[in-house]
């Protein structure tokens, strides 16, 4: 399976990611902070709870699961994003 049409579910507490059909691929204007997240950023995969959206959507502040701290993402160097469709639910109302 390529890294472009990987999906992925969670696992664990600490966040980590393998492939799977249980994630939703999102734009960064549709993240809520807390949202927990896998980014792709050419081999490299991190996970982690969003901290915070910029206004235009261009840059991503993450909360790294490995607990490393915080990281600063880019949209040019992002290939794709993928949230857990339980916390988007969450936003989205009752029983959806």
Known sequence: MNSSSARY???GRSGEAQPSTATTPVHWNELS???LV???SGKASHTGKVDTVSADGEYLWL???DGTGR???TKTEVHRTYADPI???KRSGPDL
């Open 63 to 65: 909360l790294l699961s």
């Open 33 to 35: 902070p807390g949202d």
């Open 87 to 89: 916390d988007l639910a």
């Open 9 to 11: 579910r969670w696992r």
């Open 38 to 40: 896998l980014v792709l």
């Open 71 to 73: 990281r600063l993402f």
